[in-house]
């Protein structure tokens, strides 16, 4: 079984750093590559970025790429996001995601949404300028 929280969302500055956390309560968190996405108001639910089950690999959207940084600790059963240097465009809802496709890397498709089995409900991120 799979439930993820995510964590640590909030009001913050453009320039300012946030952390976003994601938590798996079930027991069976090394089986799953994880990623990140958001969604906007009216937009599609958008890839951030994705993490192999080992941590070995990872994967961001170029809109992101040099800013946000995935990560996970096996032994914590959480997922993280680092976030720098964030921007008014970065305000959105973040969910982080969990698959147990064991080919997405190597097929491709992490940054698809359908790729992924299990969603968190996903917590507010807001960058004002």
């Known amino acids: 079984q799979v439930h993820l929280e995510e964590f640590g969302g909030g009001v913050v500055q453009a320039g300012d750093s946030l952390r976003l956390s994601c938590v798996d309560s079930?027991?069976?968190?090394?089986?799953?590559?994880l990623a990140w996405f958001r969604q906007s108001p009216g937009k599609d639910r958008e890839f951030i970025a994705a993490v192999s089950w080992s941590g070995g690999r990872t994967r961001s959207a170029d809109s992101v790429k040099g800013r946000f940084t995935i990560s996970r600790d096996n032994v914590k059963n959480t997922v993280y996001l680092q976030m720098n240097n964030l921007r008014p465009e970065d305000t959105a809802v973040y969910y982080c995601?969990?698959?147990?496709?064991?080919?997405?890397?190597?097929?491709?498709?992490?940054?698809?949404?359908?790729?992924?089995?299990?969603w968190g409900k996903g917590t507010q991120v807001t960058v004002s300028s």
């Open positions: 079930g027991s069976t968190f090394m089986d799953f590559a």
């Open positions: 995601a969990a698959s147990s496709a064991s080919t997405l890397f190597s097929g491709n498709y992490y940054d698809t949404v359908q790729t992924y089995d299990h």
